[in-house]
Structure formats: structure tokens, C-alpha cells
């Protein structure tokens, strides 16, 4: 009866041990999962942030008529690029689920059919113009629709 001690002793120690890194695995991945979570929730804010300063800045440029036709492009391509919303792409491309990146294709997509759009000469008042900026409203409330079910935020309306 001597070897029940020292083995009842080994086996507390191993589950000790086992139990311990079984906890530690979890926190490790909990941690993971908050910090890939926290980065796509800044990203999903910086490429909302770009995509609004890309439309702002060409319903600015749709409005400017002071401008001639090829100042007009070159502002008009200079604003489109200047938010930096390419790049974020490439990021989203790389951390967001495959609905996110399809929406938000849609929504920069239909910025990019609008600076096409007054490129070629559209004004503000066109009806062209008008349904752009009507498709870009609707894939943008789409788009937030499916980053917050991504990052888990709650309908507040139903409850």
C-alpha cells in the first residue's frame, strides 16, 4: 500500500496541471476571439467613415458647376481615391465574412457607378444622379445591417 500515496499524488498533480491548461487554452482563445472581434469593429467603422466621405465628397462635386469638364474629372477622381476606402477593402477582404464583403462591394461599387456617372456629366438634379444615391442608400443600411449581426449588436427594437 505503499504506491497509493505517491500515485494519488502524481494523478492530483496531473490533473491539477491538465485542468490549468485546459483554463489557459480557453482564456487564450477568448482573448482571440475579443481582439479579432475589436478589429473588425474598427474596421467596419473605418470603411462605413470612408464610404460616407467618398459620397459627400462627390454629391459636393455633382453640385460644384464652376468647375470645366476635365477639373471636374480630376477632383472627381482625386476625391473618390482620397478617403482611402480601396484599401480598406483589401482588409475587409482578408477579416470579414463573405456577406459583409459582398455587401460592402455593393455599396462601393454604386460609389463607383456615381463618380462614373458625373465623369461623364451628371449633375446632381439628373434622374440617373437620383437612383444612385437611392441604391447607395439601401446597400449602405444593408451593409450595416450585416456588420452588426457580424459583430453580434442586438436589434434594439426587438429587445
Keep these: ?5 505517491p500515485v494519488s499524488t502524481a494523478l492530483g498533480a496531473a490533473i491539477g496541471v491538465g485542468a490549468t491548461l ?12 475579443d481582439r479579432a472581434l475589436e478589429s473588425r469593429k474598427q474596421l467596419y467603422a473605418d470603411y462605413s467613415a470612408a464610404l460616407s466621405r467618398i459620397r459627400t465628397a462627390l454629391n459636393e462635386a455633382a453640385h460644384d458647376q464652376s468647375l470645366s469638364g476635365e477639373e471636374r474629372r480630376q477632383r472627381v477622381r482625386e476625391l473618390f ?3 482611402g476606402a480601396y484599401e480598406l477593402r483589401h482588409q475587409l477582404a482578408i477579416l470579414a465574412p463573405e456577406a459583409v464583403i459582398t455587401v460592402s462591394s455593393r ?5 463607383r457607378d456615381t463618380r462614373d456617372s458625373i465623369l461623364e456629366g451628371a449633375g446632381a438634379g439628373s434622374a440617373e444622379y437620383a437612383e444612385l444615391e437611392d ?8 451593409l450595416r445591417r450585416v456588420m452588426r449581426a457580424d459583430l453580434g449588436v442586438r436589434d434594439r427594437l426587438a429587445g
Design 1 to 5: 500500500m505503499e504506491w497509493i500515496s
Design 22 to 33: 485546459f483554463s489557459d487554452r480557453l482564456r487564450w482563445r477568448r482573448e482571440r476571439e
Design 81 to 83: 481615391l482620397a478617403p
Design 107 to 111: 455599396a462601393f461599387k454604386i460609389l
Design 135 to 142: 441604391a447607395f442608400d439601401s446597400a449602405v443600411a444593408e
